[in-house]
């Protein structure tokens, strides 16, 4: 039985509590976050509100990181110094140097696990495509499409005003709404070679961060990619993705994968919803936490690691530099 703590008890956390609260191979020992009022989430847990004193008197033997992103990595590095496993919410770090700093943090402590919440990996529809892809059947990818179009009020960034600020979110459509996408892409595509792109804000909120992105990938390989992301709109999509490969065409669009042939389109795989307004998160965080206690456990790797979030960093600043210079960027 694993002892686990959760430092922050914002909106993911939502998501992580009631896992853990229904793993037969975990103790919630603690949960802490600056606002009291937050303590309602596991109101049968002993509650803290400095996580340094959570360590200290709870010896967790985990510790999941909910906090807002510019709190990862040096949270993160106290946890890890305390010799406490950690489970990180996206994105791993504020910006690529940042990631670097984390990864280097894991190669300090091999003592410790790091396991970093990239869950929508674990999709359906991600594996289904990825087992077409490592196969080789169907030649190679030739071109990468993602679209993220999703709403964000001006209301979400009152509520919490780190959301709008470059020094504390390190970005916003991108980094916040998107990584996910960005992470997939990376890994359907393959190494990438350079990005043109551009940032934008499209709505008038006085938020320092891009509501809105574009970019033209070159992968190593010679495959192309295709990104879009905002949080213009008027309602949450699901995220759709579009892999071209020599022999065959697929797309993941409505949480489902399909195979295209003409104007056929066949039925792979589908992912599980989570109930409710939010079902365009994915649900596959409880799948990917499952995992990573199997593994604490066994002694195995499958989670993604520290290392694993770094790519999808580089990107992003590849994005934003591009943005300034007006120049394709190497990643």
Known sequence: MKRVAVIGLGEIAKVHVPILSKLETVELCAVCDLREERRNLAPNVPFYTDYKEMLEKEKPDCVHLCLPHWLHYPVAKDVAEAGVNIFCEKPLALNAEQARQFEQLEQQHPEIKIGLCLQNRYNETTEALMRIIESGLEGAVTSVKANVVWARSKEYYDAEPWRGKMNTA???????????????????????????????????????????????????NGAVGTFFATVSHAVNTSVEIAVEMEKGSYRIQDNKLWKLEGSEMTLLAEDARLPGAKFYYGASHAKLIRMFYEDLESGECRYPRAADGVMSMRMIDAVRASSQSGKPETV
């Open 170 to 220: 390190g970005g916003g459509a991108m980094i916040n709404q998107s990584i996910h996408t960005l992470d997939l892409m990376s890994q359907f595509g393959g190494e990438i070679d350079t990005i043109r792109g551009n940032i934008c804000q499209l709505l008038e909120y006085g938020i320092e961060v891009e509501d809105t992105a574009v970019a033209h990938i070159l992968y190593k």
